[in-house]
Nanobody, 127 residues
Framework: VQLQASGGGSVQPGGSLRLSCQALNFNSDYYAIAWFRQAPGKEREGVSCISSSDRSTLYADSVKGRFTISRDSAKNTVYLQMNSLKPEDTAVYYC?????????????????????WGKGTLVTVSS
């Protein structure tokens, strides 16, 4: 089981990035996929999550209206489109999943209790 996160980089405030989380060796459609982030000196934070069957989504209040999570089943990939980026979005972003979890919940976002994690991708928002 492997999750491969990519798409990070450096952008100016107000810019956009799209992060990708590709699932390797399993079908990610069957499980919830979540994005988390951790900024230097801060605790890990749940950013967004997409459920398996109904593809319902959850977002942290800090990113609502700016970030969009989506799935591409053909590519076995979950995307996080990030628009109107702010300096406070600077962090290492991780995607995660768990074979016992199909539905995203606020608890999942808060505690991040998922079994499989990808390596992070760094997002830096700075002028």
């Amino acid at each position: 089981v492997q999750l491969q996160a990519s798409g990070g980089g450096s952008v100016q405030p107000g810019g956009s990035l799209r992060l990708s989380c590709q699932a390797l060796n399993f079908n990610s459609d069957y499980y919830a996929i979540a994005w988390f982030r951790q900024a230097p000196g801060k605790e890990r934070e749940g950013v967004s999550c997409i459920s398996s069957s109904d593809r319902s989504t959850l977002y942290a209040d800090s990113v609502k209206g700016r970030f969009t999570i989506s799935r591409d089943s053909a590519k076995n990939t979950v995307y996080l489109q990030m628009n109107s980026l702010k300096p406070e979005d600077t962090a290492v972003y991780y995607c995660a999943t768990d074979f016992e979890v199909g539905v995203c919940t606020q608890s999942l976002m808060k505690f991040g209790n998922m079994d499989y994690w990808g390596k992070g991708t760094l997002v830096t928002v700075s002028s």
